[in-house]
């Protein structure tokens, strides 16, 4: 069974500072997710990766398969990037894509 | 940009009743989810459904839950006879994903969540 960890559990952060966020993961994976959930509870998917480093305007993903660990980063934070980031993985010879959830990072940035 | 649309946004329910949470998933993907998060805890799987069957399910996902796709548009999770613990956010999911590994160029994830059904259990 796959476990995923997240860390820090909360992270203080002021405008405009750079900030990352780690996942690890057990066993295997066929893919790696990083998911955004607002206030109001809905998740929205940022990344999907399985290699490398993907980058979407402020956002940067990253991922090591040999050490199973990744990253979220986040450059020139802003008080609007504030929500709870999750990391969630597909396990290799897992059905079909579904989840398995880290406890996710409340990330709040103050002006 | 498609979306998941999930009905109702809250539903409260008294204990032993049925209760039925509707989603549309996006018109082009395979794969669907339910997955809940009760209050404070993480997001856990409940199954996954592909070909008009489910794919996979979970330890969470008895036989007090089923799910169906009555019309090729529609994907339902009933939950029968609900008690309190059922109390929870419930999302829904589709993806364009097959868990083959791929590299998926744009880094953008194919997998798409509706903003999710609160169950309250009184």
């Given at each position: ?6 860390s820090p559990q ?7 500072e ?8 057990s066993?295997?994976?066929s ?10 509870g ?7 990766l ?6 979407h ?18 450059t ?5 990037d504030?929500a ?13 894509g ?7 990072t409340?990330?709040?940035?103050k002006? | ?10 539903q409260?329910t008294?204990m032993?009743?049925?209760?039925i949470?509707r ?9 669907f ?6 209050l ?8 996954s ?7 996979e399910?979970s330890?969470?996902?008895?036989d ?8 090729g ?10 008690k ?23 880094g953008?994830?194919g ?7 609160r169950l309250?259990?009184v």
């Amino acid at each position: 069974k796959n476990e995923v960890e997240q860390s820090p559990q909360n992270l203080t952060a002021q405008e405009g500072e750079f900030i990352t966020i780690n996942c690890s993961y057990s066993v295997g994976i066929s893919a790696l997710h990083w998911l955004q959930q607002h206030p109001g509870g809905g998740i929205v998917s940022l990344f999907m990766l399985s290699s490398g480093k993907k980058k979407h305007g402020r956002l940067i993903a990253t991922i090591n398969i040999q050490e199973k660990h990744s990253s979220l980063h986040i450059t020139a934070s802003h008080p609007r990037d504030s929500a709870v980031y999750i990391c969630a993985a597909t396990n290799y010879g897992g059905s079909q894509g579904n989840l398995i959830f880290g406890k996710g990072t409340k990330l709040s940035v103050k002006p | 940009e498609p979306e998941v649309t999930q009905t109702p946004s809250h539903q409260v329910t008294q204990m032993g009743q049925e209760v039925i949470l509707r989603c549309v998933p996006i018109s082009n993907h395979l794969y669907f989810y339910w997955y809940r998060q009760i209050l404070g805890q993480k997001v856990e799987f409940l199954v996954s459904f592909y070909n008009n069957e489910i794919s996979e399910k979970s330890e969470i996902f008895d036989d007090q839950f089923s799910v169906e796709r009555p019309d090729g548009s529609n994907f339902t999770l009933k939950i029968r006879s609900t008690k309190l613990e059922d109390s929870a956010m419930y999302f829904c999911a589709s993806s364009d994903y097959s868990d083959r590994g791929a590299d998926l160029g744009s880094g953008r994830a194919g997998y798409t969540f509706g903003s999710g059904t609160r169950l309250t259990v009184v």
